[in-house]
T-cell receptor
Framework: GEDVEQSLFLSVREGDSSVINCTYT??????LYWYKQEPGAGLQLLTY?????DMKQDQRLTVLLNKKDKHLSLRIADTQTGDSAIYFC???????????FGSGTRLSIRP | EPEVTQTPSHQVTQMGQEVILRCVPI?????FYWYRQILGQKVEFLVS????????KSEIFDDQFSVERPDGSNFTLKIRSTKLEDSAMYFC?????????????????FGPGTRLTVL
């Protein structure tokens, strides 16, 4: 079945890079997403990547996709306190329009 | 910037009562969704809705759940007889058009959620 796995916690020092990793099982996934959820807020789409791409960069965000290993990562450069949130990896299988979410990685920033 | 809105932000109800969660999707969107997130767990897909009918639903979406688009702007989720395990954050989402259309975006825009507490 479809499943998305990611580690639950990540702590980084302010100014360092954060790398959040994710693995998924559905090889037919067409879209792979990173969502951000701040406390008490909804889900904000940060970025997404098509399955035929290896990398996508958007300002401080870099997404890497290894389709062979079904591994997705999100790198946040120069991590700031405002980046504290839960980051959800998600995929959308090509045969359906629903989005399958991972459990979320809670990113905390230490001074 | 257009956004998906949801009301109420927090709903408290007694077990066995009916609740209706309301969503106003972005105005030119055609696809509508409900997801839920039980505290500390994954965001789970419940149902998708297009052209006034359910296009897909998950195992969670049993006979106690129903969705409706009663007018041109609202999209509602009804739980007929709430159970304790229905306590969760419920997110509405909408999408503009079919991913099969060239250049279409598959982005689903999410609302801020309604926290449902069943006592």
């Amino acid at each position: 079945g479809e499943d998305v796995e990611q580690s639950l916690f990540l702590s980084v020092r302010e100014g360092d890079s954060s790398v959040i990793n994710c693995t998924y099982t559905d090889s037919s996934s067409t879209y792979l997403y990173w969502y951000k959820q701040e406390p008490g807020a909804g889900l904000q789409l940060l970025t997404y990547i098509f399955s035929n791409m290896d990398m996508k960069q958007d300002q401080r965000l870099t997404v890497l996709l290894n389709k062979k290993d079904k591994h997705l990562s999100l790198r946040i450069a120069d991590t700031q306190t405002g980046d504290s949130a839960i980051y959800f990896c998600a995929e959308s299988p090509s045969s359906a329009s629903k989005i399958i979410f991972g459990s979320g990685t809670r990113l905390s920033i230490r001074p | 910037e257009p956004e998906v809105t949801q009301t109420p932000s927090h709903q408290v109800t007694q077990m066995g009562q009916e609740v209706i969660l309301r969503c106003v999707p972005i105005s030119n969107h055609l696809y509508f969704y409900w997801y839920r997130q039980i505290l500390g767990q994954k965001v789970e897909f419940l149902v998708s809705f297009y052209n006034n009918e359910i296009s897909e639903k998950s195992e969670i979406f049993d006979d106690q759940f129903s969705v409706e688009r009663p007018d041109g702007s609202n999209f509602t989720l009804k739980i007929r007889s709430t159970k304790l395990e229905d306590s969760a954050m419920y997110f509405c989402a909408s999408r503009v058009r079919d991913r099969g259309v060239a250049g279409a975006s598959n982005e689903q825009f999410f609302g801020p959620g309604t926290r449902l507490t069943v006592l």
